[in-house]
């Protein structure tokens, strides 16, 4: 469950932070608060907000087992565990 929260967590910080490197790399001050005005921040939102809907989707039609496959649980068989796992 950590792994989707993280990714997705991720997606959201890149446009943000491909900012600061741009800002970084032309010498504009990070923490100068007129480099971070209200008009760009909506900007980087909106494609924070894009690349997480891209993740959920690629997520969702990527991940987990294929259709019709039937999941068995996890059992104990001659004294050890053997993992759940879709057929």
């Known amino acids: 469950m950590i792994r989707p929260v993280l990714t997705e ?7 943000f932070a491909a900012y600061a490197g741009f800002l970084w790399a ?9 480099a971070w005005s209200v ?6 939102l ?6 997480m809907i891209a993740g959920f989707v690629t997520i969702a039609q990527l991940g ?10 996890a059992r104990l068989e001659n004294g050890k565990i053997s993992p ?4």
């Open 9 to 15: 967590l991720v997606l959201f910080l890149i446009p």
């Open 46 to 51: 909106a494609a924070a907000v894009s690349l």
């Open 26 to 34: 032309t010498r504009t001050g990070i923490f100068d608060p007129p």
């Open 64 to 73: 987990g087992s294929p259709a019709g496959s039937t999941y068995l649980p």
């Open 39 to 44: 008009a760009r921040m909506a900007w980087l």
């Open 84 to 87: 759940g796992q879709a057929q």
